[in-house]
């Protein structure tokens, strides 16, 4: 098992920043891929950002040029930093924790509201 904590959210004007962290219980290195995903009302879940073991980043179309992810090994943290935000940016912010042992098992973080008001 592992547990994740997110902290970060809250309200924020439109374009401002926010810098979410997602803690993990177990080392992040263990994980194949991390990532961060949303959802707001009436909507599906959705990637915003991941990176893999070694490094690789990805992004939602969305977000891509405002948002970056990071990490911080020695902490087993990773990081989300949300630039010029925009109100469709408003939702619920999932940590997720992917490991891969013959099957994929994910973990996930209790979510983050983030509101960006207009």
């Known amino acids: 098992q592992v547990q994740l904590a997110e902290s970060g959210g809250g309200l924020v004007q439109a374009g401002g920043s926010l810098r979410l962290s997602c803690a993990a219980s177990r080392s992040i290195l263990s994980a194949n891929n991390m990532g961060w995903y949303r959802q707001a009302p009436g909507k599906q879940r959705e990637l915003v950002a991941s990176?893999?073991?070694?490094?690789?980043?990805n992004y939602a179309d969305s977000v891509k040029g405002r948002f970056t992810i990071s990490r911080v090994n020695a902490k087993n943290t990773v990081y989300l930093q949300m630039n010029s935000l925009k109100p469709d940016d408003t939702a619920v912010y999932y940590c997720n924790y992917q490991t891969y042992s013959g099957r994929y098992s994910d973990y996930w973080g209790q979510g983050t509201q983030v509101t960006v008001s207009s």
């Open positions: 990176i893999t073991r070694v490094g690789s980043t």
